[in-house]
């Protein structure tokens, strides 16, 4: 059975792809079979009205609002299917719910595909005269920010070489568990932890956040930051023409990080000046340098590598803490999947120390990540895509310009692609694993993409697994995990970019030696 559904899938896909061929190479001689973009279903009437019909899908019209949109995606999914449309402020979005759909559009991207920019994100660099971010660029200059980066954050072998870097961060955070043996706030927590790692990815340092030592409260930065980016596109645009109370509140929060950031960035580059004239650099460049790496790559400049560093540094920490958050929780709530990782941890590792090899070596942990990272969705939405060209998908003509979204977070949790979609089953990304039947195993690679596809996929995708291996494989060798009599064994969650827990996360911790 299982072999019928993978030939039949492929052969869908590959009537997908020829029929995407004919209509991308002559679409004037396929018109008789294609249908106008205006025949595209979705809401229509007073919900097609530019800004006013958006307005009417969201609080106080009814209960939907910016941290819950992928109900707003899910209810269209089920009225009009797996190509719809409709208002998002004064263009139309169509939505692909269907993983034929959202692979065509995602494989025949060219290679400086395009999304819309975050516009309070735009408003905030060009008023501080900020070189601006990945997320701001489009076509060339985003390739040629990207591109140094790539070198450096998308090759395994480079990212695995920071590895060492880590070892000690993580190593760190375990003593500190030994002496409390429990974890009170695990979020807060992981933003110290979080913050830590990527400091020493970004500024080559320890910042002190686990000792105590360094004066960064992120917390409430980082959430007035996030719901300001998830809000700004859905809210009135007026902070692009003055500063309104909403953008002030915005720009406060930034600038307390990005200021952070960009001390510590400067600070680097000063101490890498003075072992220079000290004739100590190359010594000292023996070990990976991201920033060293970053400028002294032709064209970068330092403004541009100041902007890439931030985005690293800020994104790195929202979006690694709550994912430990969740993984944890789950491991927490469901002792027979812990158990299971503890067992290839001592198998593999045993009680030595985490290295390169031993990481390559432990597909369960791998999966346990996977796993939470679907059921737990980092995004309320998914993938989105501004067509460079007109292109035919199920049978309809979407011209040139158009947004269209993949609506991910659904889709990984759509009973049509997995089994049992609202259970923790890290069996389910085990190749060859007998213990769960197709229906349940992930099967469908266009259906599951957190960190993105393609070109515009991820730039800390290798560096976030790797923090989130090492620190996750070395608390559980060290410790049983247990949830707190307070902590919900399913946890609520809202969104504010990433999605974030609504309910403080306290795990208690025994020793397993």
Known sequence: MAGIRQAARISARGLLRHQHTATSENLGSASKNVR????????????????????????????????????????????????????????????????????????????????????????????????????????????????????????????????????????????????????????????????????????????????????????????????????????SQAYKYFQTPFYKKFEKSADNMYKVAAKEMHDALNKMEELRREGKLEEYLKEPNFLYALISHPGMTLAKTQSLILDLFVGGIDSTSNALTFLWHELATHQESQERLYQEIRHVIGNKNLDVEALTNMPYLKACVKESLRKNYPLSTGSIRRLKEDIVVGGYRIPKGTDVLVPLRNMSKDEKYFKNADQFIPERFLRGD????????????????????????????????????????????????????????????????FACPTTKVTLLLKDRQ
């Open 36 to 235: 106008p973009f205006d025949d595209i279903p979705g809401p229509s009437g007073i919900y097609s009205v530019p800004y006013l019909g958006t307005a009417f899908h969201f609080k106080p019209f009814t209960s939907i609002t910016v941290s819950t949109i992928y109900k707003l995606l899910r209810k269209f999914t089920d009225e009009y299917g797996d190509i719809m449309k409709f208002r998002a402020g004064k263009n139309w979005l169509v939505v692909l719910s269907n993983p034929l759909f959202s692979e065509q559009l995602l494989r025949d991207a060219d290679k400086y595909p395009a999304r819309p920019t975050i516009g309070i994100l735009d408003a905030y660099y060009k008023r501080q005269k900020l070189s601006p971010g990945l997320s701001s660029l489009q076509g060339e200059q985003w390739a040629n920010l990207r591109k140094p980066a790539n070198n450096q954050m998308m090759r395994p072998a480079v990212v695995s070489s920071y590895i060492p870097a880590l070892t000690p961060v993580a190593d760190d955070f375990i003593a500190i568990c030994r002496n409390s043996h429990r974890i009170d706030d695990c979020l807060k927590t992981m933003i110290n932890f979080t913050t830590e790692s990527i400091g020493m990815l970004c500024f080559n340092r320890r910042l002190g956040c686990l000792a105590g030592t360094a004066n960064l409260d992120f917390v409430e930065d980082l959430g007035i930051f996030f719901r300001g980016l998830a809000e700004s596109n859905h809210n």
């Open 434 to 497: 007998k213990s769960i039947d197709d229906e349940t195993r992930h099967t469908e690679p266009f259906v599951y993409l957190p960190f993105g596809f393609g070109p515009r996929s991820c730039i800390g995708q290798r560096f976030a697994e790797n923090e989130m291996y090492i620190i996750t494989a070395k608390l559980f060798q060290a410790f049983q995990v247990s949830l707190a009599p307070e902590v919900p064994k399913q946890l609520q969650y809202t969104y504010r970019i």
